[in-house]
């Protein structure tokens, strides 16, 4: 737990919020579907907090919302995917974020396969990596994991979809 970590940082220091805010959203982020599965369920979201967290072992690390169903799903199978979105990919997007027919349902509009670990791989996005939680940090409202790359696949080399061009916010 975050908590446990020693520190010298003085108490009662005033955040700025408006601020922590403006700059946070400067953080340039990319749009990727994580994939998830439990047993016979899958299930996936548009995560935008994702980042590469070492070369070797290859790590990233992804924050998932708390209170949302993959993160449970996650924390139960210990595995999760991240597919990378082409630049005119916007629109699929937007399917996974938005509320869905039971979970997975939002696979209506992705065919995917299985790769190696189980995880779903969308076969229309540019590529994508499955990973092995080795890592995680509960605190506040998203769970942070870090994830081991354990296989990758490309379908094909391309400009991937990135946050900004959308208009869409996911920060601060
Ligand atoms: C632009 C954008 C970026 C998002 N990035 C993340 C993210 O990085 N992590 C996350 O947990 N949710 C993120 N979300 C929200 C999830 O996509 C959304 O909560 C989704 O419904 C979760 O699905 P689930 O409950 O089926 O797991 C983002 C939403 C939008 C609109």
Not at 5 to 31: F, N, Q, Y
Not at 106 to 120: D, I, N, T, W, Y
């Amino acid at each position: 737990m975050a908590s446990d970590i020693p520190s010298i940082a003085p108490a009662g220091i005033a955040l700025d919020g408006g601020a922590k805010k403006t700059l946070l959203r400067k953080i340039p982020h990319g749009l990727f579907i994580c994939g998830v599965a439990e047993g016979e369920a899958v299930n996936g979201f548009t995560a935008s907090w994702v980042t590469q967290g070492s070369f070797e072992p290859p790590l990233v690390v992804m924050a998932v919302r708390a209170d949302s169903t993959s993160n449970g799903m996650i924390e139960r199978s210990g595995l999760f995917s991240l597919n990378v979105l082409a630049a005119d990919q916007k629109d699929l997007a937007a399917v996974f974020f938005k509320p869905q027919q039971g979970v997975g349902g939002r696979f209506e509009a992705a065919p995917f396969q299985l790769g190696p670990l189980g995880l779903p791989i969308l076969e229309d996005a540019l590529g994508a990596v499955e990973c092995q939680v080795v890592g995680q940090v509960a605190h506040g409202d998203h769970t942070v994991f870090v994830g081991e790359v354990r296989s990758a696949v490309l379908h094909r080399d391309g400009a991937a979809l990135e946050l900004g061009p959308t208009g869409w916010q996911y920060g601060g």
